[in-house]
């Protein structure tokens, strides 16, 4: 069976103002793939993602869907297309059911289909609240229910599980594994290195509005891994870092650390997404992030 | 047609969970109504207060309701949902103006009722607050489009309420005052009203300054929406 290219992007360019934010990207999607990108804050993840909706028509270059260019045929492709934005865009004093009731209507979806998306991100016990009292968590769930709800082809995800708790994520993950499963493409935009080794076939690293890396997620990891390290804790709160490279002069320094009782914890360090991209671009992904420690929980910088 | 019916749905089911909204629909009705039956003084004329809270009423409440739903549909990114659901630009319109109209309507029949307005005179009554309701309702459109938030279009709705609805009194007291609001259309509509209430003819010049009024709000809302854009 050929493989069919379901997103094209043409050396896209994007200036705001004397800004260049997005600088000559090419990038393709297979048919029924999620593709990973992954950037810091201020990479240019968002406007790539509304150049490709056509919410922004790109300074130069192009985004075919399906073979259709967005920049000229956006309103035949918006039926094909779901988005989760990261503003939500919901009637906040309208309950969730009544907000999906809308789009059904515009979409000329029959209204089961609103319980059946409500009840697959389990909130179709919440229906009757209204959006405004719902938590962060609930109104992404609800946000992802509204993208699925008229079964697009194409689904973009803007930071789908930003600063949300781990079940939460999970739940979230689960989904958009279903939506795989039923041929949907997915772009999906991160800061989460887990989430994209778990969700995504292909990662693209976005660093100041150029790809600095692209491919299977393990596939970069092994590019990069060619210095396994071992990292140390001590008591004290000093932190070591040993190459196992050269294994003799470790185990000896290991041994002797052991020996005098100064261990508290001690981790292999293989190169993940992460510490590949601080490798790549002397930047964390993490960087303009307020709670960048706990990986679950990233906040929005902007 | 299906997409307006649909706006206009959210629209009425939203307007009723804002309060500050819903309360621009009812405040001037039920003031009048009020005041109708509980103040008399001697020598006032016959429905004075219908006539003073009816001018009000198409001044404001048009006006700042248009203004604040379109502006929060800005801010809030909702229109863009919208544009995603195929919904087009000029049904949202309808579907939105149709919903402030009509619910401005229901409190200008209201004080048609409260006015002891019949027949022939009801029609003509709810004519004339028909069109000073469509020319506020195409002001407060253009701010909702123009700004991009809700609290930079209050910025602009409160002074022009405060003008369109509060010339028309203060006229009655001030020979400068009257000679500015002469360009006003909530002005001809107390005119218009006044000549109703008198039995007298209305003067062609009533009908000009509101249809230009309306003109002006209509190019207004043309620029805004050009330059802004609607999603
Ligand atoms: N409409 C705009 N006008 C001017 N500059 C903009 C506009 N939109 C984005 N930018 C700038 O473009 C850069 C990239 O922004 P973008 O929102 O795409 O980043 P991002 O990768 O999505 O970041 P985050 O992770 O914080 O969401 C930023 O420097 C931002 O200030
Ligand atoms: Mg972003």
Redesign the interface.
């Known amino acids: 069976m050929a493989i069919k290219t379901a997103i094209d992007i043409r050396r896209v360019t994007q200036y705001f103002g004397e800004q260049k934010v997005l600088a000559d990207i090419t990038l393709s999607v297979e048919k029924g793939e999620i593709i990973g990108l992954l950037g810091p804050s201020g990479a240019g993840k968002t406007t790539l993602i509304k150049i490709m909706?056509g919410?922004l028509v790109p300074s130069a270059g192009s985004v075919m869907l399906d073979g259709h260019d967005m920049a000229e045929a956006k309103?035949e492709m918006?039926?094909n297309?779901g988005?989760m934005?990261d503003?939500?865009?919901?009637?906040?004093?309208?309950s969730g059911y009544?907000n999906l009731k809308?789009?059904a209507?515009?979409?000329d979806v029959p209204e089961a289909r609103v319980r059946e998306v409500l009840e697959q991100v389990g909130l179709y016990r919440y229906r009757k609240s209204?959006v405004q009292k719902f938590s962060k968590g609930m109104k992404n769930r609800l946000a992802l229910s509204?993208a699925v709800l008229h079964r697009p082809a194409f689904l973009f995800l803007d930071e789908p599980t930003a600063g949300l708790d781990p079940a939460t994520t999970l739940q979230i993950h689960k989904m958009i594994g279903q939506m795989q499963k039923d041929g949907v493409t997915i772009f999906l935009t991160t800061h989460n290195m887990v989430e994209a080794e778990k969700l995504c076939k292909h990662v693209a690293l976005l660093h100041d509005g150029s790809i600095v890396e692209y491919g299977e997620p393990q596939a970069i990891n092994r590019k990069y891994n060619y210095r396994n390290r071992l990292k140390i804790h001590l008591y004290s709160g000093e932190d070591i870092e040993l190459e196992l490279q050269n294994a003799k002069e470790a185990a000896k320094t290991v041994f002797e650390y052991l020996q005098s009782g100064q261990i508290e914890t001690i981790h292999s360090a293989e190169p993940d997404l992460e510490s590949v991209f601080l490798e790549l671009t002397g930047r964390s992904l993490q960087e303009g992030r307020q709670d960048a420690e706990e990986d679950w929980s990233f906040g929005k910088a902007d | 047609m299906k997409n307006t019916i649909i706006i206009y749905r959210k629209q009425l089911k939203d307007t009723g969970k804002n309060m500050a909204l819903w309360i621009q629909f009812v405040m001037f009705p039920v003031m009048a109504a009020i005041m109708e039956n509980s103040i008399r003084v001697e020598g006032m004329p016959e429905h004075f207060f219908v006539g003073m809270f009816t001018v009000m009423h198409v001044g404001m409440a048009p006006l700042t309701v248009s203004a604040a739903i379109i502006s929060e549909e800005k801010e809030k990114n909702t229109l863009r949902m919208l544009r995603f659901a195929n919904v087009k630009p000029l049904e949202y319109l309808c579907g939105t103006g149709g919903f402030v109209f009509t619910a401005c309507m229901a409190g200008g029949v209201a004080f048609g009722f409260l006015g002891g307005y019949m027949g022939e005179k009801l029609l003509l009554f709810c004519l004339i607050m028909a069109a000073g309701i469509l020319a506020s309702m195409l002001f407060g459109a253009a701010i909702g489009v123009w700004s991009r938030t809700q609290i930079a279009a209050t910025a602009v709705v409160t002074p022009m309420m405060m003008v369109f609805a509060f010339l028309p009194m203060l006229a009655m007291f001030n020979q400068t005052i009257e000679k500015i609001a002469d360009i006003a259309y909530s002005q001809h509509i107390q005119l218009l009203l006044n000549s109703l209430n008198a039995g007298t003819p209305a003067e062609a010049k009533n009908v000009i300054v509101i249809a230009a009024n309306v003109m002006i709000a209509a190019v207004l809302f043309g620029i805004a929406y050009r330059r802004r854009g609607l999603m």
């Open positions: 909706t919410q309103q918006y039926r297309i988005m934005m503003d939500l865009g919901f009637y906040e004093r309208l009544d809308i789009f209507g515009f979409y209204p509204r």
